[in-house]
């Protein structure tokens, strides 16, 4: 792995079993697949999260918010809250959580569209979630109006 020059977002696609990881480029444009991590022991997940982040130089983390269809939050919202605190905490970074509703069937559309099927796209998956919802934040980032105030 390559150390990154610059500060860098990453982005986090939460699940039960593993966790799906994305890093942005250089220049905060694109998103691209990392890899996965295994979500249990949660000691282990935490751990390899900031070892990630120190060695990529992330600044900031976008962790995926599962909401049902009508923007609420359940269960597994609530988990998601808590993990996401717990990654705070650990690597002392600013963590931001992101609506990833729908994030899993665009990566299955993305990696058919890429002809990778079957086993290889279950595999693939969970970083292809965590690249959605990099990009989407990425995405709205680059086009928000930005403030006229003083900076």
């Known amino acids: 792995m390559h150390k990154a020059r610059g500060a860098r977002a990453c982005a986090l696609d939460l699940g039960g079993a593993r966790v799906g990881v ?3 480029d250089e220049l905060g444009l ?14 282990a997940l935490l751990a390899s999260i900031a070892a990630f982040a120190r060695e990529e130089r992330v600044t900031h983390i976008v962790c995926g918010l599962p909401l049902d269809m009508r923007g609420g939050e359940g269960d597994a919202a609530n988990k998601a809250r ?25 990566a299955r559309r993305n990696l058919a569209a890429s002809e990778v099927h079957g086993a290889k796209a279950k595999a693939r998956i969970d970083e292809a979630s965590a690249v959605t919802i990099l990009q989407a934040w990425l995405d709205q980032r680059r086009h928000a109006p930005r403030s006229r105030g003083r900076r």
């Open 22 to 24: 994305a890093l942005a």
């Open 30 to 43: 694109y998103a691209h697949p990392r890899g996965v991590l295994a979500a249990r022991p949660r000691p």
């Open 82 to 106: 808590d993990l996401a605190q717990e990654i705070a905490d650990s690597t002392g970074l600013s963590v931001e959580l992101w609506d990833e509703r729908l994030t899993t069937v665009e």
